[in-house]
């Protein structure tokens, strides 16, 4: 395959970014993604998320059916975890207007992004 003999190929690697914000044209919304580490207790501005194709799957199911209870008027949230449960995500969906049915600090969170 080329190459010097006994040197390993990199994998291709593939960037493509997409952004997420400004206004949604369907709605005329501004879109936010709010984000808390929650064992800092800290707002983060960043966040690189690393999934298989099997956990990025369960990401998909977990979001479809967090948008079929919204549809529904419900205020719902999914823990997405790695086998050994040393990794935790937790996904919420929400409105503007239902951040005052959160505690304050998620509250806190969704206004005012501190």
């Given at each position: 395959?080329?190459?010097?003999?006994?040197?390993?190929?990199?994998?291709?690697?593939?960037?493509?970014?997409?952004?997420?914000?400004?206004?949604?044209?369907?709605?005329?919304?501004?879109?936010?993604?709010?984000?808390?580490?929650?064992?800092?207790?800290?707002?983060?501005?960043?966040?690189?998320?690393?999934?298989?194709?099997?956990?990025?799957?369960?990401?998909?199911?977990?979001?479809?059916?967090?948008?079929?209870?919204?549809?529904?008027?419900?205020?719902?949230?999914v823990h997405?975890?790695?086998?050994?449960?040393?990794h935790?995500?937790t996904?919420?969906?929400?409105?503007?207007e239902?951040?005052?049915?959160?505690?304050?600090?998620?509250?806190?969170?969704?206004?005012?992004?501190?």
């Amino acid at each position: 395959m080329g190459g010097a003999p006994g040197r390993r190929r990199r994998p291709r690697v593939v960037h493509t970014s997409r952004r997420l914000g400004g206004i949604d044209a369907s709605t005329g919304e501004t879109a936010h993604v709010r984000l808390l580490d929650e064992d800092s207790d800290r707002t983060i501005k960043s966040l690189a998320l690393y999934l298989t194709p099997k956990e990025a799957e369960s990401a998909r199911n977990a979001l479809e059916n967090l948008l079929t209870w919204h549809a529904q008027g419900n205020i719902e949230h999914v823990h997405l975890d790695d086998r050994e449960y040393e990794h935790h995500l937790t996904l919420v969906l929400y409105t503007p207007e239902q951040a005052g049915e959160f505690q304050e600090r998620w509250r806190r969170l969704i206004v005012e992004d501190e």
